[in-house]
T-cell receptor
Framework: KNQVEQSPQSLIILEGKNCTLQCNYTVSPFSNLRWYKQDTGRGPVSLTIMTFSENTKSNRRYTATLDADTKQSSLHITASQLSDSASYICVVSPSQTTYKYIFGTGTRLKVLA | NAGVMQNPRHLVRRRGQEARLRCSPMKGHSHVYWYRQLPEEGLKFMVYLQKENIIDESGMPKERFSAEFPKEGPSILRIQQVVRGDSAAYFC????????????FGSGTRLTVV
């Protein structure tokens, strides 16, 4: 069964600190892997997208990595801000049905002043 | 250039009533996708539509749920005879291509069945 697992479930950090979120997936073969940010009460917003051949992708203070051999990805957030408080979701697109996104349950990040 | 518009944002229905959720895709997008997010779970694919066509409804419950995307007007997700288990956030996304690239999500409709 295609699955996307994320850890930790929740995380609390102080403003200015860095953090790394983890994603393990069993979707195979897959087309690409995305990280989304979802604020409470809002829809998911894309942060990064990587194909199976890419190892890393950065977007401002967000850096995603991908190891297709071990089927793992991570999202590193640098110099966290209060506005980073949200759920961060790992999403995988299967090769055969690229439109049918498979979502993880997310990591809830809380940044404290 | 407005994003994906969903309405209503919140919907309360009594058990047995019908719920109608609307989604207007981004301008220039002709592909619409519906996802459901149950409490404490990730989003789950329900259905993929193009104008006047259902492309993939493999994630739709077999009974009570239906979706359409008419030639004119928004896409509609319809839930008949709602039950408490239908309480969830329903998200719509649209894209310019059917490959799934360029997905943009709406803010969702939160359905509560009482």
């Amino acid at each position: 069964k295609n699955q996307v697992e994320q850890s930790p479930q929740s995380l609390i950090i102080l403003e200015g600190k860095n953090c790394t979120l983890q994603c393990n997936y069993t979707v195979s073969p897959f087309s690409n892997l995305r990280w989304y940010k979802q604020d409470t009460g809002r829809g998911p917003v894309s942060l990064t997208i990587m194909t199976f051949s890419e190892n890393t992708k950065s977007n401002r203070r967000y850096t995603a990595t991908l190891d297709a051999d071990t089927k793992q990805s991570s999202l590193h957030i640098t110099a966290s801000q209060l506005s980073d408080s949200a759920s961060y979701i790992c999403v995988v697109s299967p090769s055969q049905t690229t439109y049918k996104y498979i979502f993880g349950t997310g990591t809830r990040l809380k940044v404290l002043a | 250039n407005a994003g994906v518009m969903q309405n209503p944002r919140h919907l309360v229905r009594r058990r047995g009533q019908e719920a109608r959720l609307r989604c207007s895709p981004m301008k220039g997008h002709s592909h619409v996708y519906w996802y459901r997010q149950l409490p404490e779970e990730g989003l789950k694919f329900m259905v993929y539509l193009q104008k006047e066509n259902i492309i993939d409804e493999s994630g739709m419950p077999k009974e009570r749920f239906s979706a359409e995307f008419p030639k004119e007007g928004p896409s509609i997700l319809r839930i008949q005879q709602v039950v408490r288990g239908d309480s969830a956030a329903y998200f719509c996304a649209s894209s310019p291509l059917g490959s799934g690239d360029g997905y943009t999500f709406g803010s969702g409709t939160r359905l509560t069945v009482v």
